[in-house]
């Protein structure tokens, strides 16, 4: 069995647990965010037949022809709902487009709440009519699994246990089908995704079909990230490292090309991007700041996201 690079925690701990349980939980969660910025979990409350079903309506998505797929890209969304063609997005220091196309499920909210305008409509694809109820249920679930984990990380922080419950209720949050092709000849430089920090407060990704994820090590080393059977992987994204001004680490990861003799087997996975709503306040907590000045300047989640998607080229 491969070594684990990541340390494991059991959410039902946190959530059914007993209260020394649930303590020991908020010990190991907020030291593998501190030390790691990786951690898989268990027991986190996904169902593996949900996770299975979308897996399948995914696969069936990305097996359609090209011209039909491009009938679900909306580029007036900077890729925010819908479709993304194979080449488009690049990493923020890179110029050279990744070896993956994708579809983005975003929040839904009434007609008449008062983020509408926020949140465009999901794309439906009439070809694949599951795909879209299971993406929202999916969803739904990696929300309520990220929640209780944001909880826990807020009595790390010896913050109100509900510090983050406001700021992602409802919040911008993103549940990313990503395929990566079979590679049919040597790629000039791109691999499946090249290095890179996630944006959001945290990810939860659920296994992907094959192999290929590395987080970069305090070392500086490259190292594979491979989750037992039902675990779901969860990262620091950057807007937590910055409201913690460093505290807790936003890991440089990738997903690298497999060995040439398995270049014909594609990759799928499932990120959810856990986001707080836009107007969420990511200034650097005062007990996180030790120095003279914090280590990035103020501004909200919006304006954050604002910027890296153009970093990233999804918005133009």
């Not at 340390?7 to 593998?32: C, H, I, R």
């Not at 699994?145 to 409802?170: C, V």
């Not at 060995?259 to 005062?286: G, Q, V, Y």
Request: charge should be negative; glycine fraction near 6%.
């Amino acid at each position: 069995m491969a070594k684990r690079t990541i340390p494991v925690v059991d959410l039902s701990k946190f959530t059914d647990g007993t209260a020394a349980e649930k303590k020991a939980f908020v010990k190991k969660l907020g030291n593998a965010f501190h030390q790691i910025g990786f951690v898989g979990v268990k027991n986190h409350g996904v169902s593996q037949q949900l996770i299975d079903d979308f897996y399948t309506a995914s696969k069936a998505f990305f097996g359609l022809p090209v011209t039909v797929k491009q009938n679900y890209e909306k580029p007036e969304l900077a890729g925010q709902r819908g479709y993304t063609a194979f080449g488009t997005e690049h990493a923020k220091q890179s110029k050279v487009a990744d070896l993956k196309e994708f579809f983005q499920i975003g929040q839904t909210v009434s007609d008449n709440h008062p983020l509408k305008a926020q949140y465009p409509d999901n794309v439906a694809v009439a070809e694949e009519a599951d795909f879209l109820r299971l993406g929202v249920e999916l969803y739904r679930a990696f929300e309520k699994s990220g929640g209780y984990l944001l909880e826990a990380i807020a009595i790390h922080l010896e913050l109100d246990r509900n510090y983050f419950t406001d700021h992602i209720t409802e919040g911008n949050s993103i549940l990313r089908a990503i395929h990566y092709p079979p590679i049919r000849q040597a790629p000039k430089s791109a691999i499946r995704a090249e290095q890179h920090e996630d944006i959001n407060l945290i990810t939860l990704l659920v296994g992907a079909s094959a192999g290929g994820l590395q987080l970069l090590n305090m070392e500086n080393e490259w190292m594979p990230i491979t989750p037992e059977e039902d675990e779901i992987v969860i990262n620091v994204g950057d807007m937590l490292q910055r409201l913690t001004n460093d505290y807790l680490k936003s890991t440089t990861h990738r997903v690298v090309n497999p060995p040439k003799a398995e270049w014909h087997k594609p990759r799928l996975s499932i990120p959810f991007f856990l986001h707080p709503k836009s107007n969420m306040d990511l200034t650097c907590l005062d007990k996180c700041v030790t120095t003279a000045t914090p280590n990035y300047p103020p501004t909200t989640a919006g304006e954050y996201l604002d910027e890296r998607l153009r970093e990233i080229g999804l918005k133009k």
